[in-house]
Structure formats: structure tokens, C-alpha cells
């Protein structure tokens, strides 16, 4: 099956500072890209919406300046957390699709923590 | 908005036994619905996509009905096995390819 690489799979910052995760599409052309947030035994929560070339559209809640997405190619999308927090420590999952409908292919997810 | 419920607790089985896991949504008119299978720390796998003219899916073991009457796709695991334990995720996507996940359940096969 296609599949999809998110890097990188854990990262440790400080506060105040930034940390960029990608995600990428081996083998496909992605028309769109989410990205996901996980907290501990709670289900998928959709932050953003990605096609290519266009701006991202976050859901209701995700703060746009603070989650900033990237999609600049059909095969690469980028998720930087800004001035990080302790809160914004998570699981952050990246999938991509194709034409439609297809099924969402993920990447193995990125664990932030912020200290 | 669309809200996604799946089985509110988790649910434990013997083995061999058929689990049924189910997925119940309202305000949302969904294209198709999917079936995830996520394992700690991993990224979601997809399983198995049924449409929203299509009333059954099979796959090896796997069955999911979609009756969207009653808003609702039931997800059948036959002659379960403990490697069957992991937490499902039902999803629902419309024609812009828009996915929103369910509340996941997580099933524990008991040998």
C-alpha cells in the first residue's frame, strides 16, 4: 500500500521555541493532507485541512498562527508548532489522500513534548 | 456539526468469539465510511471503506454494514484472535475527501 513518512517521530523542545514536523507521501501524489492531534486514550482530532498550493483550513479551536501548515508540493506538508507550551505537548499524526474516495494513509505519528 | 460516537466503553471478548463494534453519527450526510485499526503510539491503518450505497463490506474476517437510515455502520470482527486487540476508529468522509474520526473503541481479545 502507499505510504506515508512523518518525521520526525519524537522531538523534545523548550518552551518559547518552534518545532516543525513533515510529512510526506513516498509513493502518491496527495491532493489533500490533515493533520491530527492525539491526547492520551482519546480518539483523532482534525486541526487542519491541506490541498496543495492553497492555504490550510483549520478547524473550529486550532489557532492558524500558532499551527503553521505548509503544503507545498503534492508529496510534502509541514506542521511547525510555534512559541511551543507544556499544553501543546501531544500526538501529532499526518495522513494524506488521493483522488477521491480513497482511504487515508498515515504517517506513524510525531510525540511532542515540551518542557 | 457532525458528531461520531463509537461503543462508549471498551469491549472484551473471548477468543473465537464475533466482536461488533459499532459507529453511530448524526448532522452529517457522509460519501463513505471507513474503518481504522490503531495500535499505541502508531498511525492509524485503514481496514476497509463502504460506501453510502453499499449495505455490506467483506474482507477476510472482517464484515461492516452501512445503513444510513439509522446513521450507523456496525463493524464485525469473526473468530477473533488476541493480535485482533487494538483500539478501532470509524470515519466518515464526504465528496471533498473530508475525514472526521469516531471516538475509537478498543477491543481486547482474551486468549
Known amino acids: 500500500g502507499a505510504v506515508v513518512s512523518q518525521h520526525p517521530s519524537w522531538v523534545i523542545c523548550k518552551s518559547g521555541t518552534s518545532v516543525k514536523i513533515e510529512c510526506r507521501s513516498l509513493d502518491f501524489q496527495a491532493t489533500t493532507m490533515f493533520w491530527y492531534r492525539q491526547f492520551p486514550k482519546q480518539s483523532l482530532m482534525l486541526m487542519a485541512t491541506s490541498n496543495e498550493g492553497s492555504k490550510a483550513t483549520y478547524e473550529q479551536g486550532v489557532e492558524k498562527d500558532k499551527f503553521l501548515i505548509n503544503h507545498a508540493s503534492l508529496t510534502l506538508s509541514t506542521l511547525t508548532v510555534t512559541s511551543a507550551h507544556p499544553e501543546d505537548s501531544s500526538f501529532y499524526i499526518c495522513s494524506a489522500v488521493g483522488l477521491w474516495p480513497t482511504e487515508a494513509f498515515f504517517g506513524q505519528g510525531t510525540r511532542l513534548t515540551v518542557v | 456539526s457532525q458528531k461520531i460516537e463509537q461503543n462508549s466503553e471498551a469491549l472484551n471478548i473471548q477468543e473465537g468469539k464475533t466482536a461488533t463494534l459499532t459507529c453511530n453519527y448524526t448532522?452529517?450526510?457522509?460519501?463513505?465510511l471507513q474503518w481504522y485499526r490503531q495500535d499505541p503510539g502508531r498511525g492509524p491503518v485503514f481496514l476497509l471503506l463502504i460506501r453510502e450505497n453499499e449495505k455490506e463490506k467483506r474482507k477476510e474476517r472482517l464484515k461492516v454494514t452501512f445503513d444510513t437510515t439509522l446513521k450507523q455502520s456496525l463493524f464485525h470482527i469473526t473468530a477473533s484472535q488476541p493480535a485482533d486487540s487494538a483500539t478501532y476508529l470509524c470515519?466518515?468522509?464526504?465528496?471533498?475527501?473530508?475525514?472526521?474520526f469516531g471516538t475509537g473503541t478498543s477491543l481486547t481479545v482474551i486468549p
Open positions: 448532522n452529517y450526510s457522509p460519501a463513505y
Open positions: 470515519a466518515l468522509g464526504d465528496t471533498g475527501n473530508q475525514f472526521y
